[in-house]
Every structure is written in structure tokens, then in C-alpha cells.
């Protein structure tokens, strides 16, 4: 099964190529905006022999590039999302693209599944009391205003996954991580602390540095 992996460059989609191949998934075809990060995934495949890695040029903004990216794929996972920018980019690059990108997956012919990299950020955690379990029934965000324009965008663009399987019928898993780190990457999210002049400064009940 041939496996589309958008925003393959960036920090998440290199981990998701490098664990597909690990898995044995060898047939990947990934999508880049700017075709000089395709050398980190090159590196990735010098360690997986067997892997068979297709480079596809295109930017999701564009409905007419998407179509022969998607072409003969099984599965799409859509990990490309904007991390910043100004509130119009960021929702162009989240929302916008995928639309554009739905509308590819529901022109193939081809039954397929749709994995989505949301974001932790979507759920309506703020409306929850203090202890509450957070699980795969939390809802939505329902006051999106009130959060930052990333949480914002990423909401919108999980709702537009969620219209179009309901209206399209394809097999859609949906993943809401949280803080990302490891290789390749910062040690610890700002959330923990603050890396300055050399040290780490962990800001908590206790500030110490490391």
C-alpha cells in the first residue's frame, strides 16, 4: 500500500516516515513545499534498504498540485499545519490547505484512510473541572475565540475532517498530541523551561537551573 505523507519535511512527519519504515511500511510517497528538506529523509532511508521513498513537490494551497500527490495512494496521513504566522496564513496553511486536500482524497476513486494530526489544542479542555480525565469523549472546543489563533485553526481543520468522512464515508482516525519533542528536536517544551545563555531554567514550584 502506497502511504502519503504531507508536511514530510518538518520535525513530526520525518519521525512518521522514519516509524513507518521501521513498521515495515516501505512504499511512501512524501509531500514537500520546499523540495531542499527532502535530505533529512534521505538520510532516513540510507538506514531502511528496502525503503522506496517518492518526493512530491507540491503546496497544499494549490487544489490543482494535490491531486497526483494523493493518485493511487491507500492512506494519507496529514501531519503539514502552520506553526505560525499571522492569523490569515495560519488559517490558509491549516484550513484552506486542508480542504484542498480533502476535496484530492474524495475525487480518488480508491477506498482510503485519512490519519490526521490534530492537535491536543482542539479539545475543550479549559471547560473541564480540575481532575477531570481527558480521553477520546472530551468535546471540542466550543468558545475557539478564546483561544490562540494555532488552537483556533487546528479546531477548524479537525472539524472539516470530521464533515467530510461523515459526508464521504472514508475510514478517518484522528490523533490530538500535545507537546512533541524528541531527536531532532528541542530537549524540553517551553512549557517545562526556558533554555538561556546555556542553562536550562525550570520554572515550576521550585526554580532551579540545570
Known amino acids: 500500500m502506497k502511504i502519503l505523507v504531507t508536511g514530510a519535511g518538518g520535525f513530526l512527519g520525518k519521525a512518521i516516515v522514519e516509524r513507518l519504515l521501521a513498521h515495515g511500511q516501505t512504499d511512501i510517497r512524501c509531500m514537500l513545499r520546499d523540495p531542499s528538506k527532502a535530505g533529512g529523509l534521505e538520510a532516513i532511508a540510507a538506514r531502511h534498504p528496502q525503503a522506496q521513498l517518492e518526493f512530491v513537490r507540491a503546496n497544499l494551497r494549490n487544489l490543482v498540485e494535490i491531486a497526483p500527490a494523493v493518485a493511487d495512494c491507500g492512506m494519507v496521513i496529514h501531519a503539514a499545519a502552520a506553526l505560525k504566522g499571522s492569523p490569515a496564513e495560519m488559517f490558509m496553511d491549516s484550513v484552506v490547505a486542508s480542504r484542498n486536500l480533502l476535496e484530492a482524497v474524495v475525487n480518488e476513486l480508491r477506498p482510503m484512510r485519512v490519519v490526521l494530526v490534530s492537535s491536543f489544542g482542539a479539545m ?10 481527558v480521553d477520546e469523549n472530551t468535546p ?13 485553526a487546528k479546531l477548524r481543520q479537525e472539524q472539516l475532517f470530521w464533515e467530510y468522512s461523515a459526508k464521504y464515508g472514508f475510514d478517518l482516525v484522528v490523533l490530538r498530541p500535545g507537546v512533541i519533542y524528541g531527536p531532532g528536536g528541542g530537549h524540553f517544551s517551553n ?9 536550562f531554567l525550570h520554572l515550576g514550584g521550585k526554580i532551579c537551573f540545570l
Open 124 to 133: 475543550g479542555v479549559p471547560e473541564l473541572p480540575r481532575g477531570a480525565m
Open 140 to 152: 471540542l472546543e466550543q468558545h475557539p475565540e478564546r483561544r490562540d489563533v494555532y488552537s483556533h
Open 191 to 199: 512549557r517545562v523551561g526556558l533554555s538561556l545563555f546555556g542553562r
